[in-house]
């Protein structure tokens, strides 16, 4: 099991920072190692994949994120 602070300094954390997708403390944790773990399997996902019900919480930082 993997924790949040145990995820490597990478292009998803600079990209959650870029595009200004942090949410509150609550749910940021979830949607990095959600993300994490959705691009571990699929590297290169379209924008229909990374829209999947269930991929990302329903918060502003997926919009932002999924353009």
């Given at each position: 099991m993997v924790t949040v602070e145990e995820l490597p300094d990478g292009p998803l954390q600079q990209a959650f920072w870029e595009k200004h997708a942090l949410q509150c403390g609550f749910c940021t944790p979830g949607l990095l190692i959600t993300a994490f773990h959705f691009l571990q399997d699929n590297p290169?996902?379209?924008?229909?994949?990374?829209?999947?019900?269930?991929?990302?919480?329903?918060?502003?930082?997926?919009?932002?994120?999924?353009t």
């Open positions: 290169c996902p379209t924008r229909d994949e990374m829209r999947l019900p269930g991929t990302y919480a329903d918060v502003p930082a997926t919009r932002i994120l999924v």
